[in-house]
């Protein structure tokens, strides 16, 4: 089965850094793009991130562009989000999903909350 | 940037009712549209992608259909377990999802 299991989120002061992880399991993890979704404590899915397969294509939405950075190893089948410049409305639980061909989402975490406050 | 406008936002029901919700797009997205299905505290989950195409293991009483602008995603004979809030998203340029509709008990 498809598992893929987030790691890395906690609180931080705006301005503040955080990396979070994605650990995937049970596919193979070089063949597919992933992403990041978040959504804000009551409130709609957002796509943050996206990245192919070998990391040669990077995807973001623009309120995060220059401050997050989405990366991968696949020798770890593992996702990362460096978000830098963290602010108050990045507060969110963040999702990480395997993404078919780049275009929509079928396996998810179980997401793992960012809350950024002073 | 491509907008996507659900429709209603809230949807009272009954178990047995069929329900649609309605999603359009601020221009043409062909077929890229994917649904999902969301419970509180929970990931969303994958129904419908390719506006129409249903999932492995998703019910029969979930459909989607729609192309160009306006897409439906219909629930016939609603369970217990349907409700929940549902997305569309859609792919055709970047990815963006609608705002979210919830199916409530009536």
């Known amino acids: 089965d498809v598992q893929l299991v987030e790691s890395g989120g906690g609180l931080v002061q705006p301005g503040g850094s955080l990396r979070l992880s994605c650990a995937a399991s049970?596919?193979?993890?070089?063949?597919?793009?992933m992403t990041w979704v978040r959504q804000a404590p009551g409130k709609g899915l957002e796509w943050v991130a996206n990245i192919k397969q070998d990391g040669s294509e990077k995807h973001y939405v623009d309120s995060v562009k220059g401050r997050f950075t989405i990366f991968r190893d696949n020798a770890k089948n593992s996702l990362f989000l460096q978000m830098n410049s963290l602010r108050a409305e990045d507060t969110a639980v963040y999702y990480c999903a395997r993404a078919i061909l780049g275009w929509y989402f079928d396996s998810w975490g179980q997401g793992t909350l960012v809350t950024v406050s002073s | 940037d491509i907008q996507m406008t659900q429709s209603p936002s809230t949807l009272s029901a009954s178990v047995g009712d069929r329900v649609t919700i309605t999603c359009r797009a601020s221009q043409s997205i062909t077929s890229s549209l994917a649904w999902y299905q969301q419970k509180p505290g929970k990931a969303p989950k994958l129904l419908i992608h390719?506006?129409?195409s249903l999932e492995r293991g998703v019910p029969s009483r979930f459909s989607g259909s729609g192309s160009g602008t306006e897409f439906t995603l219909t629930i016939s004979n609603l369970q217990p377990d349907d409700f929940a809030t549902y997305y569309c998203?859609?792919?055709?340029?970047?990815?963006?999802f609608g705002h979210g509709t919830k199916v409530e008990i009536k």
């Open positions: 390719r506006a129409s």
């Open positions: 998203q859609q792919y055709n340029n970047y990815w963006t």
């Open positions: 049970g596919f193979t993890f070089s063949k597919f793009w």
